[in-house]
């Protein structure tokens, strides 16, 4: 695939993203494949062996709307649950930009005009993969991809490993605002206008993804069950606190042990998304710059 | 098995807990069984059908120190790296009353003197299980058991569904701090005062765990793997929001969707425990009390 | 729970069975748990260390009619199919003793007179377990339990791990036939006369049930989710090729890599049954008599 | 990616795979991804929603060696268990082709001169995903791929869902023999002549592969955890059996629930694989041909 547009190392990017079902700002269905992605941005100076660093500096809404599906996802309750289930029709919601909100309006529902505060994310981004793969951006992967974390919000900032020459960096599937998990299978979907800075981290060799956000450094793992997302999410905490800040296999125990936290990504997508983290606080200084 | 006491719904209980190997505040080893509980204890007018309610009043430390294990538990690895694994050696940790914290006692650690907050937990309480089931308190289930989930501290309130008059509540195997999911297989295993109030309500049908901390309601799914912990749990809010808050199939999923929250208990047990949770501010009035 | 019969090792035991509603031979409501066993027997000189074996020796049909549900399980379907699940009605069938088949009984189905040939196996059968604890006959464990197995048929042998004194064996639930994973959430519940011989085998130390069937051991891992059950089955393979056999672990890898077969128990009930078997024949001299 | 060959539906094609090294049967190293395919081959008059159907006619040794690795994979043992594995060493076997066995060369090992039969089958093949991606081959989904099942062997024949026009059939990874769940992470890893017949099958929709191997048809899933496989595998024959046999949901239920087998795939790739099968002489008579 060729790229969309070429940035040098620590270039700034405003893209507006296009949501979930394709459609753009002005309600055209502008895409067909689900989670439609902007990009791919080739990265002068990424390698494979470098880690491309993506902060997250603003998400602002590009339209006035977003939308939701009106049930949860099967998946997430006990199996025969589901016979319970209603359709999975869409419901709309009202974002206002100046109160900052997000608004339901679904007439006959008792919640009706629930009112939730904005809290964009973004739902999907990450590098092309390894081994020439191209990947749907339904699932997730090494390479990031259809994460669905509401901590992908303004002031995180994330790396990717690099795979092929360039990264070939990739964002999309904006959401308003998305519980734990995304369970009802959506979050808010919507468009957003982005605002983001990449910067290639020459031989910053990583296995899966890793960032910063409030205070607390953390690494996210793709697969399932949840079980396995968490298990590859903590052996690259793992690895991080060895190759980086110098603790040995008991050392990590003693830390994470007592202080970790893990959050829970999507557990509706191919790959469940969960989140290890830490709070830098308990770091050791760090014997070397990355 | 008797009761050890009987005691009056809305009665406050002070007990003294014995740490995860069976010793107690003064070193002496007087339980040998895995996790070791206080109780139980009948609670008059408890009967199946309703609801017991425990009320977290305190959890003071009844001794000056705790211990852990020095190695993450393998199963929350990527298989192939627990051939890394160091032993599962015993660490000391002190525990500074007055400072309120705790402190590793490890010479030839990187981490030798870390400090923490003293973040005392209850890792295993709950009631007698149904159908005459003695279940071993190393696992949990819809009676609650060993979950090890850090909320379970001062300030939170619990119910478990009532299977046997009097439910024969038990308590124990306290932790000075802890992460999220016990992923060394220890919290800081100590001996503690623990404070609890118990109160019967009546005709309060529930199917699993389900509480309230820090403006939140949540609920408690013990299982294996995390996603049918994750299962159980969702399906339980579902059923509380639907019987106590009057909300729809549809109300939930626009609810839920966007705002839950999930955290993790243990994942070192037999049954993982997940818990689900919802902010106070965005229910409904509730239609009846309870 | 005291033995409801006390037996020499070596004895041979003929019970009659009830069936999972706990209804006997006349069609009589005898008892009301789930899977109501007969047991337990206590057989003289087993210890812990020790393992019991059970021969089964026959298995005749003790009434006319078994019973199945009319719907398969949701958890063995895609999560968002389970909408499309008709009622669990109950289904009856016709044992024929004569020609040796079982018959559907069901006017309104496409299949409504269904044959099978009359192939019975024990549903749950084992020893108490170890630490005191007394686990619903719903579930299963190192102990047996169960599992549901339609290889725990005439002529398989299986040897159970002894925790307490005498063993405590328990036997029920009787299916006439059953597909692997009982994955209506029944075999063809009925009652039978069981005919087995229990032998103590002193100093046989094992993790899991251990047998032998058609020309092949096997072990059996009782967990969830299947992964687990294969991971425990499987471990407790290496351990028995290792101890008894003198196999080392890259042995194990050629034998069992080339020549291995997997069996699903049920995967119904909250533990799941995984057979990890090998061919006798591939198995190098015993070292030693067992 | 251009097809390497175009043929007609019905055609028969004779190709040499390459072992899962890339190495040919000369011994040559000629290609360096995971299990290098041959491939992709047209078929003429293919299209989505069609199905492409493939008989095994003969898989003979290319060359006289296979290799194996000599640890079982972590991931199939108990977590802990992982702490004693010996390294990931290559074992050596000796292909015979008159004897037609295999035949292992570790002068170290107890089974230093092991002896199976040539049982060979194809590990990987299928046809193009959907939607445009590019997946691993050492990986699998709706499209077939790495599944490692030892059914894939003469006289089974399996259909693909044809997702882009020609189907772009491939096909590699031979294995001279290999247990279930391939649990060493390889079978005996060699190159042989595969000749198979390609057959178009026009709107024959189908969500997974299919597949018939001695009397009995079966359905594939692959997925992790192995529960997700059976679940997909389960759906698919329940979703054939209701299209081509005209069988209502209890009919499959009385059908599958007593008669059904599972067989296990690999274990060992990202995506575990799960056959679900059942006897062709249940089936009531199709009421269309296919």
Redesign the interface.
């Given at each position: 695939m060729e790229p969309a547009m070429r940035i040098a190392s620590g270039d700034i990017v405003v893209t507006e993203t296009l949501d979930a079902a394709g459609t753009n700002a002005r309600g055209e269905r502008v895409a067909d494949?689900p989670n439609p992605m902007n990009g791919p941005i080739h990265v002068a100076g990424a390698e494979p062996g470098d880690a491309l660093r993506v902060d997250i500096l603003r998400i602002d809404p590009a339209r006035g709307t977003g939308w939701?599906?009106?049930?949860?996802?099967?998946?997430?309750?006990?199996?025969?649950?589901?016979?319970?289930?209603?359709p999975r029709?869409r419901?709309e919601w009202i974002i206002d930009r100046e109160a900052s909100t997000?608004r339901?309006e679904?007439p006959e529902?008792?919640?009706k005009h629930?009112v939730?505060p904005y809290t964009p994310m973004i739902g999907c981004f990450g590098v092309a993969p390894a081994?020439?793969?191209?990947?749907?951006t339904a699932t997730s992967g090494r390479n990031g991809g259809n994460m669905d974390y509401r901590g992908f919000a303004v002031g995180c900032s994330v790396r990717f490993p690099v795979a092929v020459p360039g990264a070939l960096f990739f964002v999309g599937d904006c959401h308003a605002?998305?519980?734990?998990?995304?369970?009802?299978g959506?979050?808010?979907e919507t468009c957003c206008e982005v605002e983001i800075r990449l910067t290639v981290e020459k031989r910053r060799t990583i296995g899966w993804p890793r960032g910063e956000l409030d205070g607390r450094i953390f690494t996210v793992g793709n697969?399932?069950?949840?079980?396995?997302a968490?298990?590859?999410a903590?052996?690259e905490m793992?690895v991080w606190l060895k190759s980086e800040y110098?603790?040995?296999?008991?050392?990590?125990?003693?830390?994470?042990?007592?202080?970790?936290?893990?959050?829970?990504g999507n557990?509706f997508n191919?790959a469940?998304t969960m989140i290890c983290s830490l709070e830098k606080k308990?770091l050791?200084e760090r014997p070397k710059t990355a």
């Amino acid at each position: 695939m060729e790229p969309a547009m070429r940035i040098a190392s620590g270039d700034i990017v405003v893209t507006e993203t296009l949501d979930a079902a394709g459609t753009n700002a002005r309600g055209e269905r502008v895409a067909d494949r689900p989670n439609p992605m902007n990009g791919p941005i080739h990265v002068a100076g990424a390698e494979p062996g470098d880690a491309l660093r993506v902060d997250i500096l603003r998400i602002d809404p590009a339209r006035g709307t977003g939308w939701t599906r009106s049930a949860l996802s099967a998946n997430v309750l006990d199996p025969e649950y589901a016979r319970n289930l209603p359709p999975r029709d869409r419901a709309e919601w009202i974002i206002d930009r100046e109160a900052s909100t997000v608004r339901l309006e679904a007439p006959e529902a008792a919640l009706k005009h629930l009112v939730l505060p904005y809290t964009p994310m973004i739902g999907c981004f990450g590098v092309a993969p390894a081994g020439g793969e191209a990947i749907s951006t339904a699932t997730s992967g090494r390479n990031g991809g259809n994460m669905d974390y509401r901590g992908f919000a303004v002031g995180c900032s994330v790396r990717f490993p690099v795979a092929v020459p360039g990264a070939l960096f990739f964002v999309g599937d904006c959401h308003a605002a998305q519980g734990d998990g995304e369970i009802s299978g959506t979050g808010i979907e919507t468009c957003c206008e982005v605002e983001i800075r990449l910067t290639v981290e020459k031989r910053r060799t990583i296995g899966w993804p890793r960032g910063e956000l409030d205070g607390r450094i953390f690494t996210v793992g793709n697969a399932c069950p949840l079980d396995q997302a968490l298990q590859h999410a903590t052996t690259e905490m793992v690895v991080w606190l060895k190759s980086e800040y110098g603790l040995s296999e008991p050392d990590t125990a003693h830390l994470l042990g007592q202080t970790v936290r893990y959050d829970v990504g999507n557990v509706f997508n191919p790959a469940y998304t969960m989140i290890c983290s830490l709070e830098k606080k308990w770091l050791p200084e760090r014997p070397k710059t990355a």
